[in-house]
């Protein structure tokens, strides 16, 4: 059973780093990729990164290229988003999710299993 639990949301300010974790407790996501996306309120949930199983293909929305950094320690079943520069507008919920295959996908809909989200909050 898939269960994703993230954590390493807070506030900070602009300019400063989060790292937000994705742990499943259910050892279920072996094989597939992970994919984090976001919402901000009266927001449209959007694709942030995803990494494939082995780590060797990682995909990033152009607003985060080059600040952000996806990772993953498959024998601990967690993957990892290294958060650096942050801006305003970064703040929101931040969710990981399990792919439906072993591709990364860019849309929601190719994903099946959500965590419950952990909030970023940037000031200014």
């Known amino acids: 059973q898939v269960q994703l639990v993230e954590s390493g949301g807070g506030l900070v300010q602009a300019g400063d780093s989060l790292r937000l974790s994705c742990t499943d407790s259910g050892r279920a996501i072996g094989g597939y990729a992970v994919g984090w996306f976001r919402q901000a309120p009266g927001k449209e949930r959007e694709f942030v990164a995803g990494?494939?199983?082995?780590?060797?293909?990682?995909l990033y929305a152009d607003s985060v290229k080059g600040r952000f950094a996806i990772s993953g320690d498959n024998a601990k079943m967690t993957r990892y988003l290294q958060m650096n520069s942050l801006k305003p507008e970064d703040g929101a919920t931040y969710y990981c999710?399990?792919?439906?295959?072993?591709?990364?996908?860019?849309?929601?809909?190719?994903?099946?299993?959500w965590g419950q989200g952990t909030q970023v909050t940037v000031s200014a």
């Open positions: 990494i494939s199983w082995s780590g060797g293909t990682t």
């Open positions: 999710a399990r792919s439906l295959d072993g591709s990364i996908g860019r849309t929601p809909r190719t994903y099946n299993y």
